[in-house]
């Protein structure tokens, strides 16, 4: 197994331009997370989906961030326009139901400049 | 789901068994103790949990006291490669949505 793969792995960007994030889950998986995580805020559920069908975005920070999942097996993350603060590492996690066992991805670097 | 305090920092000498406490005293009847770990520039990582009983797998043992109000996880001898930030995280069973990580303990693990 693969595990949860993530690309890019590292991204830098300018100012103002369209990031989009990608994930692979795990196969067999129902349950995709997408989490941020900086130094002053630590690690934060951004939004989750089970069967492909988003459950939770309550913690999506605002109108700039956007996630779909077309199909069990791809989901993304975009942000548009991208500003400085949105610099983190984004990772995105699955799980299949009844568990609370996450599997984690390597995560994604993000530096806007 | 019931809020956990965890300390800080902790240091381990290699090969001693490390214990790493968690507080959750106002966890209810059905929420689990999980517990994750984040190695450097790595997502997180499962480790074990539990609802009543002690727990042991090949990574860790979990010990819940009797009154559930708080646990404690060991790793039995602690190696370089664990040293990481541990997270305790009490939740509702079924409720992937509400793992919430809090700020966990950083485990220095040394020679």
């Known amino acids: 197994d693969a595990g949860v793969i993530q690309s890019p792995r590292h991204e830098v960007t300018e100012m103002g331009q369209e990031v989009t994030l990608r994930c692979k889950p795990i196969?067999?998986?129902?349950?995709l997370f997408w989490y941020r995580q900086t130094m002053m805020r630590g690690l934060e559920l951004l939004i989750y989906?089970?069967?492909?069908?988003?459950?939770?975005d309550s913690g999506m920070p605002e109108d700039r961030f956007s996630a779909k999942m077309p199909n069990a097996s791809f989901s993304t993350l975009k942000i548009q326009p991208s500003e400085p603060r949105d610099s983190a590492v984004y990772f995105c996690a699955s799980s299949w139901t009844g568990g609370e066992k996450l599997f984690f991805g390597s995560g994604t670097q993000l530096s806007v400049l | 789901d019931a809020k956990t305090t965890q300390p800080p920092s902790m240091d381990c000498a290699e090969g001693r068994a490390a214990n790493l406490p968690c507080n959750h005293s106002?966890?209810?009847?059905?929420?689990?103790v999980y517990w994750y770990r984040q190695i450097h520039s790595q997502g997180p990582q499962y480790i074990i949990h539990g609802l009543k009983n002690n727990e042991t797998n090949e990574m860790a043992s979990l010990i819940i006291t009797e009154d559930r109000k708080s646990s404690t996880l060991i790793l039995p001898h602690a190696t370089l490669r664990d040293t990481a930030v541990y997270y305790c995280?009490?939740?509702?069973?079924?409720?992937?949505?509400?793992?919430?990580f809090g700020k966990g303990t950083k485990l220095s693990v040394k020679p």
């Open positions: 995280i009490a939740v509702n069973g079924g409720s992937q949505g509400n793992l919430i």
């Open positions: 989906f089970n069967n492909n069908v988003p459950i939770d």
């Open positions: 106002t966890i209810s009847g059905n929420e689990y």
């Open positions: 196969s067999g998986h129902d349950y």
